[in-house]
Nanobody, 126 residues
């Protein structure tokens, strides 16, 4: 069993930065995928970024490329999402997710992830 706990959300102004963290406990395979998703009110949950627990490959949705960076710290069992140049359209609840088995590629749909955190709210004012 894997537990994920997000932190770091808040209310910021457009152009500001935030760093989200996801504390991971339980068994994670080296090639498990760790993802960040977000969900705004009335919208479907959407993929933001993903990384293998072992590091290496990352993948981002187009709207955050060049602004967000996903990373992991295996020594601290934590996955981070550094968010720079935030925009009002980034406002959403952000969720950390993990696959329960190794993957060869980074999955981008919520159904491919087995474990989820409770979410942390990010609100960007204009």
């Amino acid at each position: 069993q894997v537990q994920l706990v997000e932190s770091g959300g808040g209310l910021v102004q457009a152009g500001d930065s935030l760093r989200l963290s996801c504390a991971v406990s339980g068994r994670i395979f080296l090639n498990s995928a760790m993802g960040w998703f977000r969900q705004a009110p009335g919208k479907e949950r959407e993929f933001v970024a993903a990384i293998f627990w072992s590091g290496g490959s990352t993948y981002y949705t187009d709207s955050v490329k060049g602004r967000f960076t996903i990373s992991r710290d295996t020594a601290k069992n934590t996955v981070h999402l550094q968010m720079n140049s935030l925009k009002p359209e980034d406002t959403a609840a952000y969720y950390c997710a993990a696959t329960g088995s190794p993957w060869r590629r980074l999955p981008v749909v919520p159904e491919d992830y087995d474990y989820w955190g409770q979410g942390t709210q990010v609100t960007v004012s204009s």
